[in-house]
């Protein structure tokens, strides 16, 4: 996952240049009423934060390519690092992450699942099928799923629901993905929407925190105008991360900060704009027309872009989150979903819904409070950790 600006060096995240002539102090967060007061005399401010110190959630080993990053591999890793070494040992430390983060689901929905085919070649459908729903999958998906294992006969039952269950899944290549500019020379632009309460802020702190240990740029659109505290919420994770951030101030337009941010991006030559959007309801036809207006700030100001839009669905919200999903495909058109709280409560068979309902693939899974603990999902991954 690498693209930088042209021109440019992969730089680490404490190694940042800020632009010439750019402000260097940032806000005092430790003084609300400050803030409050600084905003209101500057509702188009723009901030870029002081060189952080390496943030908690840089990697043990080098991601950038060049001589300076194979200097620092031969230190940590030996003689014998290479990239392909660096890069499985990262998706081996995933992998573990997921297996421990759908434990729960595993223990519950997994082994009721497994349970039901019995020994001796036995198989109760029935209670599959009731697995299946219980487990947030959907009646409908549930029926049609055990339908088509049953007619199977080139492998065994539990053989051929695994199957049917990975084919629920979008297609993509997990392995090769990775963000992309959103126009030739710009940056890639991250739109993240969703409910109040999901996670979504948090979200957004931790893809920045995985981009900048990547050592790309990142700027933060504080767009959630309408929530004081996310505002300041989304400056403390431009500090802890080493992001920039654009903010106006409260009950500004979303959309006037989203154009200032872009403008931003370019001037600066951030890598990824993250948009935090405001959290709202599926049902609130006057908040998903400001979203809708938002996307078309951002094809104004970058005509054709092609902007990622994830939404971030709570996992333990079950079928409602479907119905949120739906919502907000029909409004702004998602490209990927975001599942949060994967580690808590849920069932797990909510991630076969949501793909096979809209056809668009989940990309990151939370499964922890961690900056680390947003990882890319892997289909292929998560069925075996959750039935194996």
Not at 168 to 192: C, F, K, S, T
Request: charged share 25%.
């Amino acid at each position: 996952m690498r693209f930088f600006r042209r021109g440019s060096e992969p730089q680490s995240p404490g190694a940042e240049q800020e632009p010439e002539g750019a402000e260097q102090e940032a806000p005092d967060l430790e003084h609300g009423a400050d803030l409050a007061s600084d905003e209101a005399q500057a509702p188009a401010e723009t901030d870029l934060q002081p060189e952080p110190e390496a943030p908690a959630t840089e990697p043990t080993f080098p991601e950038d390519s060049g001589a300076g990053a194979a200097a620092g591999a031969a230190w940590a890793w030996g003689a014998d690092w290479t990239p392909e070494r660096a890069d499985a040992v990262r998706r081996e430390r995933e992998q573990a992450q997921l297996a421990l983060g759908v434990e729960r689901s595993r223990i519950g929905f997994g082994t009721r699942l497994l349970g039901a085919f019995g020994s001796g070649g036995s198989v109760d459908w029935d209670e599959i099928e009731e697995t299946l729903i219980a487990g947030d999958v959907g009646a409908e998906i549930a029926m049609g799923l055990v339908e088509r294992a049953r007619r199977r006969r080139d492998i065994s039952p539990e053989a051929a629901v695994r199957s049917e269950l990975a084919a629920l899944l979008a297609p993509r290549d997990a392995a090769q993905w990775e963000l992309r500019p959103a126009v030739d020379g710009g940056p890639a632009i991250v739109l993240v929407v969703g409910v109040n309460g999901t996670g979504k802020t948090t979200t957004i702190g931790k893809l920045a925190a995985r981009e900048r240990a990547s050592g790309r740029r990142v700027l933060l659109a504080a767009a959630d105008t309408f929530r004081a505290a996310a505002i300041d919420q989304l400056r403390i994770w431009a500090q802890r991360t080493g992001a920039d951030i654009v903010a106006h101030a409260p009950n500004a337009d979303p959309a006037a900060v989203v154009f200032d941010a872009l403008d931003a991006a370019i001037a600066r030559g951030a890598d990824v704009v993250i948009v935090d959007t405001a959290g709202r309801l599926h049902t609130k036809s006057n908040l998903m027309d400001e979203l809708s207006k938002v996307r078309r700030v951002i094809d104004k100001r970058l005509p054709g872009a092609a902007p990622e839009t994830f939404f971030v669905l709570d996992a333990t919200t079950g079928q409602n989150g479907l119905a949120q999903a739906k919502a907000f495909h029909e409004v702004v058109g998602l490209t990927g979903v975001v599942l949060t709280k994967l580690d808590s409560t849920a069932k797990g068979g909510i991630m076969f819904a949501i793909e096979q309902a809209l056809q668009v693939p989940v990309r990151f899974v939370g499964v922890g409070e961690q900056a680390d603990d947003l990882l890319p999902f892997d289909p292929e991954a998560f069925v075996a950790a959750l039935l194996d």
